[in-house]
């Protein structure tokens, strides 16, 4: 099974746009850039060390994944979703997931259970440390991995680029306490998992999505300017983020 972070991280190519890239996409899922921070080139050229056309190339790829918006006069900043479009986001997410649960029931087997285990197992321990920015990164892996079962890459793709959208989501509109979904939900699915049965796995999949949104409370975070020399600070000594 693959995703947008491998097993575990983010694993980097050697092109230095595809570097820089990941590590600002891993700062926006992992709330260290919030919705509505600004992405100013020449701020960003000088930290990652490269060109503004460098760094605009990247940022034009960051949009296209609508992970930011890129306006004439405001330049780039972090995407802010509406209320409409969070719970949009959301809704297809429930949509998508639940409808592949009979194909993931159907083919999982122990190996998958073991590997989604293992992604719990993690994702606990970053809660119990209380390590925000790793566990929202493996409450988006787990829900990946899970629909990775089915073996649809289409599908996965799919559901992998609506978890960038949904940490935004969860971002702009969640506690700041949230740490992506609560860790005993997703222990709930692997159990049901185990039974091979569609219909229980559909439900509690349906009540885990009801839950976040219920959660949310559509009300925007002030914005606090982001130290890109802190969170990039590793990326220009060239070292993986």
Known sequence: MSSWYGLKNVIFSQDKDDQIYHAIVKA???HQLLPGSKLPEESLAA?????????????????AVQLI????????QVLMPGVEEARNVLT?????ECANVPLVVERCEGTHIN????ILDEELQAHESQDGATAIRLSALFHVQLQAIAGNDVLTQMVSQLTL???????????????????????ELINLLRQRRA???????????????????????????????RLFGMAVK????
């Open 47 to 63: 930290v990652f060390g490269i060109s503004r056309t460098g760094i605009r190339k990247v940022l034009q790829r960051l949009a």
């Open 165 to 187: 959208r949904s940490s935004l989501v969860i971002a702009a509109y969640g506690d700041p306490w949230q740490q992506g979904c609560r860790s005993h939900d997703h222990m």
């Open 115 to 118: 590997a989604l285990t293992a």
């Open 28 to 30: 926006i899922v992992e």
């Open 69 to 76: 918006t890129l306006t004439p006069k405001r330049g780039a």
């Open 92 to 96: 297809t997410r429930c949509l998508l």
């Open 238 to 241: 060239g070292e993986t983020v």
């Open 199 to 229: 219909e229980p796995v559909i439900q509690r999949m349906q009540q885990h999505f009801d839950d976040i949104l219920a959660k949310l409370h559509f009300e925007r975070n002030s914005e606090t300017p982001p130290d890109f020399a």
